[in-house]
């Protein structure tokens, strides 16, 4: 069962280069969400979607697009990263009336 | 606008005592719901238990038990009999408003001491 799946684990890029994190689930859910998890912040959501063609801002979606062209995937683009953007990010997917938000295993970006 | 607060940044306990980590929430919503993960140094999130606005009973999942008291906003964790693999950082969430987002409190770190 690969439930939520985040591609790469780790990143290095260069200020001002761009990049996109990848997020696949395979368990037909409707809602998926990035967030970023900072040192004494908790994990702060970035987008969301909750399906197909629909997403939606979280508390810190500056220097982040997002696109749901299927159930399955949900993309984050970083345009033009930024030292600021160094950070541990999670994908999380749940389905319509489940309780539990099921999370990929995190991917580290550094941006220098 | 939806609100997680989580005003313990860390906590000690001794091995095999229970201990509670507290959280407030503040919602307008009538329809939500509370959960907690778990998130240990290898950094997975691991999910322990959720709770519904209109569930009336307490959840609880084995050594986990969630006190929820919807008057006072709180839906504190209760471990009990606290083990060393215990130690790690907790999460309160909540899921509301019309997408039913999800928003994540700062995190309580637990340390078990042996």
């Known amino acids: 069962n690969a439930g939520v799946t985040q591609t790469p684990k780790f990143q290095v890029l260069k200020t001002g280069q761009s990049m996109t994190l990848q997020c696949a689930q395979d368990?037909?859910?409707?809602?998926m969400s990035w967030y970023r998890q900072d040192p004494g912040m908790g994990l702060r959501l970035i987008h969301y979607s909750v399906g197909a063609g629909i997403t939606d801002q979280g508390e810190v979606p500056n220097g982040y697009n997002v696109s749901r062209s299927t159930t399955e995937d949900f993309p984050l683009r970083l345009l033009s990263a930024a030292p600021s953007q160094t950070s541990v990010y999670f994908c999380?997917?749940?389905?319509?009336?489940?309780?539990?938000?099921?999370f990929g295993e995190g991917s580290r970006l550094t941006v220098l | 606008a939806q609100k997680i607060t989580q005003t313990q940044p860390g906590m000690f306990v001794q091995e095999k005592e229970a201990v509670t980590l507290d959280c407030t929430y503040d919602?307008?919503?009538?329809?939500?719901?509370l959960f907690w993960y778990k998130q240990p140094s290898s950094g997975e999130m691991i999910f322990l238990i959720y709770q519904g606005s209109y569930d009336e009973q307490n959840a609880t999942e084995g050594r986990y038990s969630l006190n929820f008291q919807k008057a006072r906003k709180s839906a504190n964790l209760v471990i009990s009999a606290s083990q060393l693999g215990d130690s790690a950082m907790y999460f309160c969430a909540m899921k509301s408003g019309g997408y039913q987002k999800v928003t994540f409190g700062i995190g309580t770190k637990l340390q078990v001491i042996p």
């Open positions: 368990m037909n859910h409707e809602y």
């Open positions: 919602t307008s919503d009538q329809s939500y719901g």
């Open positions: 999380a997917s749940r389905g319509q009336n489940t309780g539990e938000l099921f």
